[in-house]
């Protein structure tokens, strides 16, 4: 079976806010892990061909490798895409899209905290130069914890907003943190939504669940020889796999503080205690 790393990066800069760096990589340490890829005969490819291997049984490149982004850090445009277009990369981006900055310079609606992130304007000039952008929910929630009207709202009004924005459907989603379950992935599917990932911090593959694709987390205190065992295809399980018991017994944990109106990370006031109880972010 084919291994396919899916890297997840986030914020791509030297002066990342506190509360996002430990998932933040710097400029210099990106540009090297991209040349890494080159050098070990990697073929960057579109998410969207991965799924339709994972759909219809298509061909994949003898060693594939995807490039994702979640949030909508305004690095991206500074930091991210520069090195992209240079080699000639693809990648999808992942918006939050009560995060985006307006034309006033201020965020709108959203649960991350403050941040320089792009803008509307930015986002469109990516898509049109071949970026794929897909949906990161509205406001950055634990999806797997919330009642269905707002779950529906967090997924539905997510994509309304992005299709409205860029003019064209959007076909790819993220879950926030990474959380999701049976039920969040049922409601993104009816959305029309066509893919969504997750985190797992596994490889992917052709048999891998469209709608539970599993990604490698790049965090600034990744060692460079982990990351070149990922590129390598070492040092990670392969999906599909059963969702271990710990990944279970944590969500139950984390309603239950949900419906007692303490939601384990707290208030956004709060983001340290949020990366340290969740062990990862998206």
């Known amino acids: 079976m084919t291994s396919v790393p899916v890297f997840l990066y986030h914020a791509v800069t030297d002066n990342p806010p506190a509360w996002i760096a430990p ?25 969207a061909e991965l799924v339709a291997a994972m759909r219809h049984g298509t061909s994949l490149p003898s060693r594939p490798a995807v490039l994702t982004f979640d949030d909508g850090f305004a690095d991206f445009w500074r930091s991210v895409y520069p ?21 006033g310079g ?18 469109r000039t990516l898509d049109v ?19 269905r009207r707002k779950l529906v709202d967090e997924i539905v009004g997510c994509r309304e907003t992005l299709e409205n924005e860029l003019g064209h459907r ?19 599917h009816a959305a029309g939504w066509g893919s969504a990932c997750e985190v797992g911090n596994a490889f992917s593959s052709p048999r891998d669940n469209p709608f539970r ?6 965090r600034a205190d990744t060692p460079i020889g982990v990351f070149q065992d990922w590129v390598d295809g070492r040092g990670a399980r392969t999906a599909p796999f059963r969702e271990r018991p710990r990944t279970r017994a944590w969500r139950l944990y984390r309603r239950a503080r949900s419906r007692l109106g303490t939601p384990v990370g707290g208030p956004p006031s709060e983001p340290r205690r949020s ?6 972010r998206s």
């Open 170 to 188: 959007v076909s790819t989603f993220a879950y926030p943190h990474g959380y999701s379950d049976a039920r969040v992935r049922r409601d993104v």
């Open 83 to 103: 090195q992209l277009a240079t080699r000639g990369f693809p990648a999808t981006l992942y918006i939050t899209t009560g995060a985006v900055r307006t034309p």
């Open 106 to 123: 201020s965020a709108g609606e959203s649960l991350l905290p403050p941040a320089d992130m792009l803008s509307w304007r930015q986002i």
């Open 275 to 280: 990366l340290s109880e969740a062990g990862g």
């Open 213 to 218: 694709i599993s990604r490698l987390t790049v």
């Open 129 to 147: 130069a071949g970026v794929e952008i897909g949906g990161h929910s509205r406001t950055h929630p634990q999806l797997d914890t919330f009642p």
């Open 23 to 47: 998932f933040t990589v710097r400029p210099a340490r990106f540009a090297a892990q991209l040349d890494r890829l080159t050098a070990a005969g990697r073929t960057v490819i579109p998410l």
